[in-house]
């Protein structure tokens, strides 16, 4: 079939290829213990569950404000101004069905054809997709292990030219779980600030940190008026399948989102939107109690995989992804991960899922239980002493 040229080269993400295999293998009798998706092992918090049930008893299922309900866009204006560390309203405030809209629609009303975007690599695939989607020309710039996954500056500094547009940044991150140190951002600052570019910060894992808060890039001086922040509920809140997440941007931008959002969704479901104004003003026990338990799983999957000869693995500081590099090994990316899952029974995503620079490493998502952890790294180890 004659298709659109924006849609000729979209390629599915590797994590939905991967899961359809394992589970195909699991059809036919084999066990298989699952690292590939990137989802909360954790039940929604009960309250929240709470609040999106009676809200449906109440009757409270009928259309919305394109943007959000007022009750939810003031929440969120509320915890980011006082999470992100820059004042933020209501306005400035659009809510979509998950964080992807807000990825792709600022995207679309800031990006021209011919235009340059700067994005991660390795990254999520969906960076490029949009990209391409709105007719810009996506320019990857290297994340280096040796600087704890955050921008190679001097390949960010030489990829700058006049056609620049915009630039992604993701931290934490995905697939490494890497936070960008505020150096780094400050230096991103400054040249968006020379050269008249905006910056899309992907912060959906931003209160899965471990060791210190990850900074916003639009918190810098400057930079409110220049950064998209793409945001939502699915990690923190174990909120996946409710489908919302937010962007926050200038409000002359946020109008025009807000029209695309009118002319393709329409709104975001609204007994979904309640549920978010309670997991915002809800306790927070129970986000910190996943994160203490994330935190111990790390710990023990990074240990695991440094004892398995050919495996080296930086401790994390954000997500819940473990990134080990695996080039001793002498392996393809690719191979091993079919290998992982076939011999071992173990199904991860090869680095090259998530971009050219992810070869020779391998994504482990360590949002499973701490069992199921533990006899992956054996099954591993195992599959892997045979090579």
């Known amino acids: 079939m004659d298709f659109a040229e924006r849609v000729q080269n979209l390629t599915p993400e590797g994590a939905y290829h991967m899961l359809a295999r394992a589970q195909a293998?699991?059809?036919?009798?084999y066990p298989i213990i699952h690292l590939?998706?990137?989802q909360p092992d954790f039940p929604t918090f009960e309250n929240i569950v709470d609040a999106g049930i009676q809200s449906i008893r109440d009757g409270f299922t009928r259309y919305t404000p394109t943007a959000g309900i007022k009750p939810l866009r003031e929440a969120i204006?509320?915890?980011?101004?006082?999470?992100?560390?820059?004042p933020v309203k209501p306005g400035q405030v659009v809510v979509g069905p998950g964080a992807k809209p807000a990825l792709f629609f600022p995207t679309l009303a800031l990006v021209r054809p011919g235009d340059e975007v700067i994005y991660p690599d390795p990254g999520f695939p969906t960076y490029p997709a949009m990209i391409a989607v709105a007719g810009g020309t996506p320019v990857p710039v290297p994340l280096r292990e040796e600087d704890d996954f955050s921008f190679d500056l001097q390949a960010f500094d030489r990829a700058i030219n006049q056609r620049t547009r915009l630039v992604i940044i993701n931290s934490p991150s995905n697939p490494t779980g890497g936070v960008m140190p505020l150096a780094a951002l400050q230096h991103i600052a400054a040249a968006a600030q020379e050269h008249d570019f905006w910056v899309l910060s992907d912060e959906i894992y931003d209160q899965l940190v471990y060791e210190a808060p990850a900074p916003s890039i639009a918190a810098l001086p400057g930079m409110a008026g220049r950064t998209v922040?793409?945001?939502?509920?699915s990690k923190a809140y174990a909120m996946t399948g409710w489908r919302l997440g937010f962007g926050i941007m200038p409000e002359a931008l946020a109008e025009r989102v807000e029209l695309l959002l009118t002319h393709s969704i329409g709104c975001t479901a609204s007994f979904t939107q309640v549920a978010g104004v309670e997991a915002l003003h809800g306790p927070q026990d129970e986000v910190h109690r996943v994160v203490a338990e994330y935190r111990r799983r790390r710990d023990m999957l990074v240990a695991g995989l440094n004892q398995i000869p050919g495996i080296t693995c930086r401790l994390p500081q954000g997500a819940f992804y473990v990134f080990p590099n695996i080039t001793r090994l002498g392996k393809s990316s690719d191979w091993l991960a079919d290998y992982l899952l076939t011999e071992a029974?173990?199904?991860?995503?090869?680095?090259?899922s998530f971009g050219a620079n992810g070869e020779g490493y391998l994504r482990l998502c360590f949002a499973n239980s701490m069992p199921n952890l533990q006899q992956a790294l054996t099954q591993m180890a195992g599959a892997l002493a045979k090579l």
């Open 25 to 29: 293998l699991e059809a036919a009798g």
């Open 36 to 38: 590939e998706i990137g």
């Open 77 to 86: 204006a509320l915890q980011a101004s006082q999470r992100k560390g820059f």
């Open 229 to 233: 922040i793409c945001d939502g509920f």
């Open 345 to 352: 029974g173990v199904a991860v995503l090869p680095g090259t």
